[in-house]
């Protein structure tokens, strides 16, 4: 009974690990100290720029300008080196955990595919797709490991399509 708790488990985790890892994502890469560092100081030098009048300080203005221009530009320096190292942990999220969750459900199909989920009695009967159902148990009327993770992937993968 737990096998197919396991799988069912296992089958929605590898259909929505796209939409896990962007949820764990901002919780792992926030900003760096320099970019919300370089962040404040653009702040206060606009609202230092917004109480300098053009008119009468003029060149006090402008350097007021080329200084924020100067630290937007250092500002998006450190924001790709900050991209970089989240587009890393992006795939090693996303990845990572669908080649351990695929290895898990590899290992699972691997040794207990001679194991059956459900055996129905006498009264059912899945001819002519019972020997693809219980593929490779040949136990009759039953459903076997093998085809439960199949099912419980597309099931799995359809509701996550439907997720937005």
Not at 61 to 80: D, M, P, T, W
Request: proline fraction near 2%; glycine fraction near 8%.
């Amino acid at each position: 009974m737990y096998l197919i708790f396991v799988i069912s488990i296992l089958s929605i985790l590898m259909a929505f690990a796209s939409k896990l890892t962007k949820t764990i994502l901002p919780l792992l890469c926030g900003d760096s100290a320099e970019v919300k560092a370089r962040r404040k100081e653009i702040a206060k030098l606009r609202t230092e720029l917004g109480n300098i009048s053009m008119r009468e300080e003029y060149t006090k203005y402008v350097k007021c300008e080329r200084e924020i221009g100067k630290l937007e530009q250092s500002l998006n320096e450190a924001k790709g080196r900050d991209n970089v190292k989240r587009v890393a942990y992006e795939y090693g999220l996303h990845y990572g955990g669908l080649a351990v969750l695929g290895l898990c459900t590899m290992y699972i199909s691997i040794f207990y595919r001679y194991s059956t989920v459900i055996v129905f009695g006498d009264n059912f009967n899945f001819e002519p797709f019972g020997g693809f159902i219980n593929f490779p148990t040949k136990v009759p009327n039953s459903i076997s490991v093998v085809f439960w993770i199949v099912v419980n992937n597309f099931v799995a993968r359809t509701v996550a399509g439907y997720v937005k």
